[in-house]
């Protein structure tokens, strides 16, 4: 079955596709995301503290406005605000913060978001193994 929809229309629809490809096994849908980055993902949506539900990540507007966003898959967020977000175009499944007070700027991405990891495992096994690893936006920048 070939699927003609353009890719990454919304990041919310992102999140849809890649949930419904994990939650219902169906491998007809093409994910946004890479198999192993959404695998790791469903390990722990909901069970740490900064990554949001399954249901939460899948509607991301209502807890995180970005208008215009269709690279970021949302998961979670920083103590400060500032979002936890998987990348889906240039480095699909590397995790980056991004500015919660940029998103309605006129900016690139680039200006909004600092990366702090190449993959959700990588982030993971760095909040837990490093006391200094960034807790926002502007600490990660301020490191980069």
Known sequence: MSHNMPPNQSAA???????RLRVAGDLE??????RKTIASLM?????????????????????F??????RWVLIGSCPSGDA???????????????????VQS??????????????LPDYLQAC???P????DYYEAKARA
């Open 13 to 19: 629809a992102n999140s849809r596709r890649a949930f």
């Open 106 to 119: 006129d900016i690139t991405d680039d200006e909004r978001a600092a990366k702090v990891a190449d993959s």
């Open 43 to 63: 390990e722990h949506v909901g069970t740490q503290g900064l990554f949001e539900s399954a249901e939460r990540i899948m509607n991301p507007d209502v807890w």
């Open 84 to 102: 936890i977000a998987l990348d889906t175009i240039r480095e699909p499944g590397a995790v980056f913060f991004i500015n919660h007070e940029a």
């Open 65 to 70: 406005h970005f208008p215009g966003n269709t």
């Open 29 to 34: 849908v093409a994910p946004a995301l890479p």
């Open 128 to 130: 837990s193994d490093d």
């Open 132 to 135: 200094y690893f960034p807790f």
